[in-house]
């Protein structure tokens, strides 16, 4: 047993979180890593899906990775005796997706928050330093970087909060970042493991959103994206907005039509739902037959929908803004 499995605050969560397979062993297992690469899930704290079930939702049901994409995951809003609780959710010996063609060099270390905003916890810090210290008395990893030193992520906003200072337990001035992110390049070289839903800038300044990627780029298939690709990525900003001249196909015109208006628990409109829960069923939010009742599988495929794309929205209600972020699911699948 490795020394960081025997931190008291360690939560073991390998294969017990949301999966459809697992990753690919590394060719030299542990002896492959080099690096531990530092992330945070760019998600603030208060949100309702800034919880490792969330992320495994998105991984696996909406990036199509067999696992979750970190090996360890530091989350701040759980204490164990003053310090943030570590979760070991991928078997460090795989290979998992969270750094592109460096994957099998690195070991994906994410603590929970977005640190653009959020503020690093003493109970967090304490926990980086732990495991930073089992790790490096394991042998596992010879240096460490943030997300945006490794190659072809300069641009990303990754990790922003300064992991050496923190490894030498520095409790104050934590707020300058190791590396400021680059200008987001125009164009993207796919890497491993890449979709268009991890490289998409969703919330930072830029504003580059999934539907600019797919708009950007008619002629690539999101689903099938290879290694070496070039995409439109930074010059995508805004290309999915709409202008007057550009007309909308009406609903019924789309395989899976979305109702509008407001559904819940209380709705009787069985068309409507039933649209509901086929689209939801077509994007792998599944929900059970499509019967046309609002029942608690419906309102929890909303719920788990929400976490994903509207964490800040998380009530089991389709509205407006479900439907919309639903649609555009929808066409980036081809629908």
Request: net charge positive; proline share 4%.
């Given at each position: 047993?490795y020394t960081?499995?025997?931190?008291?605050?360690?939560?073991?969560?390998r294969g017990k979180?949301?999966?459809k397979?697992?990753?690919?062993?590394?060719?030299?297992?542990?002896?492959?890593?080099t690096?531990?690469?530092?992330?945070?899930?760019?998600t603030?704290?208060?949100a309702?899906?800034?919880?490792?079930?969330?992320f495994a939702?998105f991984?696996?049901?909406?990036?199509?990775?067999?696992?979750?994409?970190?090996?360890l995951?530091i989350d701040p809003?759980?204490?164990?005796?003053?310090?943030a609780a570590?979760?070991?959710?991928?078997?460090?010996?795989?290979?998992?997706?969270?750094v592109?063609?460096?994957?099998?060099?690195?070991?994906?270390?994410c603590?929970i928050?977005?640190?653009?905003?959020?503020?690093l916890?003493e109970?967090?810090?304490r926990?980086i330093?732990?495991?930073?210290?089992?790790?490096?008395?394991?042998?596992?990893?010879?240096?460490?970087?943030?997300h945006?030193?490794?190659?072809?992520?300069?641009?990303?906003a990754?990790?922003v909060?300064?992991?050496?200072?923190?490894?030498?337990?520095?409790?104050s001035d934590?707020?300058?970042?190791?590396?400021?992110p680059?200008?987001v390049?125009?164009l993207?070289?796919?890497?491993?493991?890449?979709?268009?839903w991890s490289?998409?800038?969703?919330d930072?300044?830029?504003?580059i959103?999934?539907?600019?990627?797919?708009?950007?780029?008619p002629?690539v298939k999101?689903s099938q994206?290879?290694?070496?690709?070039t995409?439109k990525?930074?010059t995508?900003?805004?290309?999915?907005t709409?202008t007057?001249?550009?007309?909308?196909?009406?609903?019924?015109?789309y395989?899976?039509p979305?109702?509008f208006?407001v559904l819940?628990?209380?709705?009787?409109?069985?068309v409507?739902?039933?649209?509901?829960?086929?689209?939801?069923?077509?994007v792998?939010?599944?929900?059970?037959?499509a019967?046309?009742?609002?029942?608690?599988?419906?309102?929890?495929a909303?719920?788990?929908?929400?976490?994903?794309?509207l964490?800040?929205?998380?009530?089991g209600?389709?509205?407006?803004?479900t439907?919309?972020?639903?649609?555009?699911?929808l066409?980036?699948?081809g629908?």
């Open positions: 047993m960081f499995e025997k931190l008291p605050q360690l939560v073991d969560k979180l949301v999966h397979g697992e990753y690919a062993k590394r060719k030299n297992g542990v002896n492959s890593i690096t531990r690469v530092w992330h945070h899930s760019l603030k704290l208060s309702g899906g800034s919880k490792i079930e969330s939702d991984h696996v049901r909406t990036n199509g990775w067999p696992e979750i994409a970190y090996h995951i809003k759980h204490v164990v005796n003053g310090k570590i979760y070991y959710c991928v078997d460090i010996s795989k290979k998992s997706y969270h592109g063609n460096s994957n099998t060099i690195g070991l994906g270390i603590v928050g977005d640190y653009r905003t959020d503020k916890s109970a967090t810090i926990s330093i732990d495991l930073h210290k089992a790790l490096i008395a394991d042998g596992i990893g010879k240096y460490d970087k943030a945006n030193e490794m190659p072809g992520y300069s641009w990303k990754c990790c909060f300064d992991y050496n200072k923190t490894f030498k337990d520095v409790l934590l707020l300058p970042p190791a590396k400021q680059d200008p390049p125009g993207y070289t796919i890497q491993e493991g890449d979709t268009f490289v998409a800038l969703k930072g300044k830029e504003g959103t999934v539907e600019d990627l797919i708009a950007a780029n002629n999101p994206l290879k290694v070496g690709q995409i990525f930074g995508a900003k805004n290309t999915y709409s007057p001249e550009t007309s909308k196909k009406e609903q019924l015109e395989k899976y979305l109702p208006g819940k628990s209380s709705s009787k409109d069985k409507a739902i039933k649209q509901l829960q086929e689209a939801l069923n077509a792998n939010f599944k929900c059970g037959t019967d046309g009742i609002y029942e608690s599988r419906t309102k929890d909303v719920t788990r929908f929400q976490k994903v794309y964490p800040y929205e998380v009530d209600t389709y509205g407006p803004n439907k919309t972020k639903l649609q555009a699911v066409k980036s699948k629908y």
